[in-house]
């Protein structure tokens, strides 16, 4: 019997796996929820599909998304990642990516945990809506403006709407999986 799984996830193995075990599975951990907010930040304008092949790269690149080492990140080490061709190498993103580092921190020392915050604004527990096609899949929501809003207040960068939505399915805090997926 064949797996049925949302179109988007049928380019490969690749996004099969990622599909199937991680996207809109739960996330409260604080350092994945801060790995998934680099990558989707470094989506912005790319293909989704372009940043899960560099993955394995940017975990290397930015020490396993250790938040406080990479809050720390000087000119030197961004110039560093500048010339790493294992990522993508937008200054802009690479500072956002540091000062996003330290505004995380700033929130978990607020609210005891980024995971905490974030998860806030669906009230502690996964949306889940029940598209029938892709095209029934929003880009943005009222809680994806309203969390990047709130982030843009805080000083995040990079994190607009449509970002902050990929990374609430990311993370679960909303579930689009098809209504025919297996993953429903």
């Known amino acids: 019997m064949e797996i ?23 996330v409260y951990d604080d350092q994945l929820i801060f790995e998934l907010l680099v990558l989707e930040s470094f989506q912005a304008g790319l293909s989704w599909y372009t940043i899960l092949k560099k993955r394995p790269n940017f975990k290397k690149a930015f020490e396993d998304f250790n938040y406080k080492k990479i809050a720390t990140y000087s000119d030197v080490k961004v110039e560093e990642l500048l010339s790493d061709a294992g990522i993508i190498r937008n200054r802009l993103k690479i500072l956002a990516t540091i000062n996003n580092a330290q505004k995380f921190q700033e929130v978990q020392k607020e609210f005891g945990n980024f995971s905490s915050y974030i998860w806030g604004f669906v009230g502690g527990k996964p949306i889940v809506n029940d598209p029938k096609t892709l095209q029934d899949v929003p880009a943005t929501t009222e809680i994806s403006d309203a969390l990047a809003k709130n982030l843009k207040k805080r000083g995040f960068k990079f994190l607009g709407s449509t970002v902050v939505y990929a990374h609430m399915q990311a993370t ?13």
């Open 172 to 184: 679960g805090m909303v579930n689009d999986h098809l209504v025919d997926c297996h993953c429903k």
């Open 4 to 26: 049925k799984r949302c179109g988007w996830s049928e380019k490969d193995d690749l996004y099969r796996k990622y599909h199937d075990e991680e996207w809109g599975k739960p």
